[in-house]
């Protein structure tokens, strides 16, 4: 055996897509996208599952797309809140220091 084989270095994998990157792709497949007709034709060999599992787990997608979007909302509004304070609080150092300095 030789010994002297270099280690091959692979690249690092990708960050999966986001929830929105997914959405988006869904949205612009068309209906003769390969994939769409590949699940179609396979659609009599593979086991279906009932059409109260596949209910729940569209209501459980659509509540996480919900959850996902509030989540967002709320990020956005914590963000602008936590500017608002930040603002505050330069302007309570500001007036400090001017209370300070006319005591002086």
Do not use: H, W
């Not at 608002?84 to 209370?99: H, I, M, P, S, T």
Request: charge should be neutral; charged fraction near 40%.
């Amino acid at each position: 055996m030789n010994s002297s084989k270099k280690r091959v270095v692979l690249p690092s994998r990708p960050e999966p897509p986001s929830v929105d990157q997914i959405l988006e792709d869904i949205n612009r497949a068309e209906p003769s996208d390969p994939v769409f007709s590949i699940l179609r034709k396979r659609g009599a060999d593979v086991a279906r599952p009932a059409d109260g599992e596949v209910e729940e787990k569209f209501q459980q997608c659509r509540q996480y797309v919900e959850l996902n979007e509030r989540l967002q909302e709320a990020r956005g509004q914590l963000l602008r809140q936590r500017e608002e304070l930040r603002a505050a609080g330069e302007r309570l150092k500001k007036e400090v220091a001017e209370v300070e300095g006319q005591t002086l």
